[in-house]
């Protein structure tokens, strides 16, 4: 179970990554979502339908956020850092 700093701390990552996207968005819609569709791909490709398993795919593609148990990808494939990119 985890404990009170560690939900602090991922609502406090949420925040700050849906706030990150949703500015992406309004500064180029078009280019920040051809890059997000283009992330869904290689995700795709690498992880199949597992992605679905990880909340910052769900971040990442605007969908509900369920407090899954594995949040991130690992390195270069980390949605955190993608987003932080655009």
Known sequence: MKNMEEISN?????TELLS???GAYEVNR???HQRILE???QLKEKYGDDRYNYDAFHLL???KL????D???PGDDSVEKFIRSL
């Open 10 to 14: 991922r609502e406090s990552l949420i």
């Open 20 to 22: 990150l996207r949703h």
């Open 30 to 32: 078009v280019g920040t």
């Open 39 to 41: 992330k869904d791909a």
């Open 61 to 63: 593609i605007g969908s």
């Open 66 to 69: 369920m407090n899954r148990p």
């Open 71 to 73: 949040f991130d990808f």
